[in-house]
Antibody, heavy 125, light 106 residues
Framework: QLQLQESGPGLVKPSETLSLTCTVS??????????WNWIRQPPGRGLEWIGS???????HYNSSVKSRVTISVDTSKNQFSLKVTSVTAADTAVYYC?????????????????WGKGTTVTVSS | SSELTQDPAVSVALGQTVRITCQGD??????ANWYQQKPGQAPVLVIH???NRPSRIPDRFSGSTSGNAAYLTITGAQAEDEADYYC?????????FGTGTKVTVL
């Protein structure tokens, strides 16, 4: 059974870089059946998709954060990571990692089927 | 970028039926997926590929699609179904989420 766990600092200063890691267990991050995603949720607000990475390193980003975000994969550690540069208070949120089915057929259509529990990141001096 | 619009809130009497709507152009090309989120918890997938349930999800949850809209229906709502519900799809720019609907069970 696939499990995902986010880790990283809970407090980041304004203008600095937010760095989070998602560790995948119970399956291989090198599977060609999944994308690996980051999603965030500011306090009291809805879900925002940040971006995704494939096992070969291919990435897709939300245009609203694309200039500040990098998502990468480390197959040797079965992990993928998120970096957000030049953070402000608007980046304060619960950050989730999630696996996403990489196809649309047989009853599946790019759903995010397994989520981590989430980690809270606060941007404050 | 694609937008997926949902009604902010709906209420349903215990045991009755409620339908949640998600609208967006990407739904003409890709099926919607639906997620349930309870306070302080991570989202949970309840419907995928438009109308398919993961095995652990009760059969009172169902999905459907028509044109640029997708629907999540809860038939015989239970107290534990009170939560926020988000639709999600795919488009040329990524994987947008809907604006979310808060379901209150009265």
């Amino acid at each position: 059974q696939l499990q995902l766990q986010e880790s990283g600092p809970g407090l980041v200063k304004p203008s600095e870089t937010l760095s989070l890691t998602c560790t995948v267990s119970g399956g291989s991050i090198s599977s060609d059946s999944y994308y690996w995603n980051w999603i965030r949720q500011p306090p009291g607000r809805g879900l925002e998709w940040i971006g995704s990475v494939y096992y070969n390193g291919n990435t897709h980003y939300n245009s609203s954060v694309k200039s500040r975000v990098t998502i990468s994969v480390d197959t040797s550690k079965n992990q993928f990571s998120l970096k957000v540069t030049s953070v402000t208070a608007a980046d304060t949120a619960v950050y989730y990692c999630a696996s996403q089915v990489a196809y649309c057929s047989g009853g599946s259509c790019y759903e995010m089927d397994v989520w981590g529990k989430g980690t809270t990141v606060t941007v404050s001096s | 970028s694609s937008e997926l619009t949902q009604d902010p809130a709906v209420s349903v009497a215990l045991g009755q039926t409620v339908r949640i709507t998600c609208q967006g152009d990407s739904l003409r090309s890709y099926y919607a997926n639906w997620y349930q989120q309870k306070p302080g918890q991570a989202p949970v997938l309840v419907i995928h590929g438009g109308n398919n349930r993961p095995s652990r999800i009760p059969d009172r949850f169902s999905g459907s699609t028509s044109g640029n809209a997708a629907y999540l229906t809860i038939t015989g709502a239970q107290a534990e179904d009170e939560a926020d519900y988000y639709c999600n799809s795919r488009d040329s720019s990524g994987n947008p989420f809907g604006t979310g609907t808060k379901v209150t069970v009265l």
